[in-house]
C-alpha cells in the first residue's frame, strides 16, 4: 500500500514540541483503547516478549485514569486461565482476547490471528452506545494494524507508538539474531501512513520515522517515556547489597533485561573477562549479576550464556537471577556500581533510566534512545564501539568516579517522570481528536449508522 504523501518539510526535533506540546484543548478523551496484542501489561518484564513497552503500558494507563480518562487494554490472551477482564487499577480494565491458540505463537506467527483479534475489539466496543471510545493508542505495529481498522470503524483518531522498528533493528542486526521479516516492514509501512499521530519516544527516532518510513514531520511527535521516582530512588546500598545477598566490598556489575541476542549481555561477559585479565586480584571481589529471563531468539539456546561465561572463566563470578518486579528490583540497581546496557539497539532504554533513578551510573552503548536516557560523562558513559576491551575501560573509569557520576544520575533521571509523559500523551490525545472532528465531521454518523447496519444484520 503506497504511503501517504505530504510536503516535507524541517522539523524542530526537540521533547515537547510540535502538537504535544500544545496546551491542553477542551475536547479531552473519556475512554482510550490501548492495543498491545503481543503481549500483556500484566506480564512480569524481563521475559519472553515483555520489556519497557509493558512497562509504559501500564504507568501510563494508569496516570490516565487518575486523570480520569478510562483505559481499556486489550491484548491477546496466552493462557486458558487467564480471566477474560481483569482491572489492573481504578479505571483501568485488562481484556485478554481470544485469538489463535493460547500458547505456542510466536510475534512472527502473530499477524494470522489479527482478523480474530480486530474482530474481538470491534464487538467489545458494539455491545456500548456510540462513541464509547475517543481514542486509540496502539502500542507496536501489529497492535497499529487493528488500530488502523479501529480507527476507521469507530471514526476516532488513531495515536500510535511504534516502540521498535523493523528497519532500525536489521540495520544494527545482533550476531546470531535473525532478520525482521518484510511482512512486518510493510505493516509498519502501513501504520505509518495511516496513523493520526504517530509517537516517538526520543528525536532519533522521530528522524528515523521520517528518514526510513517516510512519515508526515507534522503528525510525529517527540515524547520521551519516564520513570517511577517513587519506587526508583536511592537507598541504603549496603542494605540493598544485603538483601540481594552479594558482598558489602564487592564490585558488582549489573545486567538487566531479556536474554537475547539484541540485548547482548555476552558483552558484559567478555567485558568482565577483560578486566580479570587486566588485574587478576579483582577475581575476589567482581560480581556479575544477569537479571533476566531467554526470551526472542534467546530462547533457541537458553543455556548459552551460561556456556559462555564457563568458556571465558567467569562463571563463578557470574549471578543469573530470574525477572525481578518492584522493590526487588530496585534493590538490585541499588546493589550496583554500575548497570551496563551493552543492547545493538534501543528506542529508548527504561533499564538505564531505572538504575540512574536509584543513582546508579550506566555504561551503554551510544545507539538509539540510549544516547537520550544517559547523558554521556554526567550520569554515565556512553560506548561507541562493539569492543569488550571499550567496555572493560568504561566500566573502570565509572568505578573511579562513580560518587560524581551517581550524583548526575540522579539529577538526570529526575528529569524524566510518567506524569510529563502522560501530560504529553493527553494533549496529543485532544489535538488529534479535534483535527479529526475539523476535518472528518460525519466520522461519528459514519460509524454509528455502520454499527446500525451491523445491529440488524444479526
Not at 195 to 216: H, I
Request: hydrophobic letters at 45%; one cysteine or more; proline letters at 8%.
Amino acid at each position: 500500500m503506497p504511503a501517504r504523501r505530504h510536503p516535507r518539510q524541517p522539523t524542530p526535533w526537540r521533547a515537547g514540541v510540535g502538537p504535544a506540546a500544545q496546551p491542553a484543548l477542551p475536547l479531552l478523551p473519556r475512554r482510550v483503547a490501548t492495543l498491545s496484542v503481543h503481549t500483556s501489561p500484566l506480564e512480569q518484564p524481563g521475559a519472553g516478549d515483555a520489556g519497557g513497552m509493558n512497562v509504559y503500558v501500564v504507568e501510563v494507563s494508569r496516570r490516565l485514569a487518575a486523570r480520569g480518562i478510562a483505559v481499556d487494554v486489550f491484548t491477546r490472551a496466552t493462557s486458558s486461565e487467564q480471566p477474560p477482564v481483569v482491572e489492573m487499577a481504578p479505571g483501568v480494565t485488562v481484556r485478554h482476547v481470544s485469538a489463535g491458540p493460547f500458547e505456542g505463537l510466536g510475534k512472527n506467527e502473530l499477524p494470522a490471528q489479527m482478523c480474530a483479534f480486530t474482530a474481538a475489539v470491534l464487538r467489545e466496543e458494539a455491545q456500548h452506545e456510540p462513541g464509547h471510545f475517543d481514542v486509540v493508542h496502539s502500542h507496536y505495529w501489529l497492535s497499529g494494524q487493528v488500530g488502523w481498522l479501529a480507527r476507521d470503524r469507530w471514526g476516532v483518531p488513531l495515536v500510535h507508538s511504534a516502540h521498535t522498528l523493523a528497519k532500525v533493528k536489521n540495520a544494527a542486526l545482533a550476531e546470531g539474531d535473525v532478520p525482521e521479516p518484510r511482512a512486518r516492514v510493510i505493516g509498519e509501512q502501513q501504520v505509518v501512513a495511516e496513523a493520526d499521530r504517530l509517537v516517538a519516544n526520543t528525536a532519533e527516532e522521530a528522524r528515523q520515522l521520517v528518514d526510513f518510513y517516510d512519515a508526515d514531520p507534522r503528525r510525529t511527535l517527540v515524547v520521551p517515556p519516564g520513570v517511577d521516582l517513587q519506587r526508583f530512588r536511592p537507598g541504603d546500598r549496603l542494605r540493598a547489597r544485603q538483601r540481594v545477598g552479594v558482598p558489602a566490598d564487592a564490585v558488582v556489575l549489573l545486567f538487566v533485561g531479556r536474554i537475547q541476542p539484541l540485548k547482548a549481555p555476552d558483552m558484559l561477559l567478555h567485558a568482565a573477562a577483560r578486566m580479570l585479565a587486566d588485574d587478576p586480584t579483582l577475581r575476589a571481589r567482581l560480581q556479575v549479576l544477569v537479571v533476566g529471563a531467554p526470551s526472542g531468539s534467546g530462547l533457541t539456546e537458553p543455556q548459552r550464556l551460561h556456556e559462555l561465561a564457563a568458556s571465558l572463566g567467569v562463571a563463578e563470578v557470574v549471578r543469573f537471577v530470574p525477572p525481578q518486579a518492584g522493590e526487588q528490583l530496585a534493590d538490585h540497581y541499588r546493589a550496583a556500581d554500575v548497570a551496563v546496557v551493552p543492547s545493538h539497539n534501543e528506542s529508548f532504554g527504561l533499564v538505564a533510566l531505572e538504575a540512574q533513578a536509584c543513582g546508579t551510573p550506566v555504561v551503554a552503548a551510544a545507539v538509539g534512545g540510549l544516547c537520550t536516557a544517559v547523558d554521556d560523562g554526567v550520569s554515565g558513559l556512553l560506548v561507541a564501539r562493539r569492543d569488550p576491551a571499550d567496555y572493560a575501560r568504561a566500566i573502570r573509569l565509572v568505578l573511579e568516579r562513580r560518587e560524581l557520576l551517581a550524583a548526575g544520575a540522579r539529577r538526570h533521571a529526575a528529569a524524566f517522570s510518567w506524569d510529563r509523559t502522560t501530560d504529553s500523551l493527553v494533549s496529543a490525545y485532544a489535538a488529534a481528536m479535534a483535527e479529526m472532528r475539523a476535518t472528518r465531521p460525519s466520522a461519528r454518523p459514519a460509524a454509528r449508522s455502520l454499527r446500525a447496519v451491523g445491529a440488524r444484520a444479526r
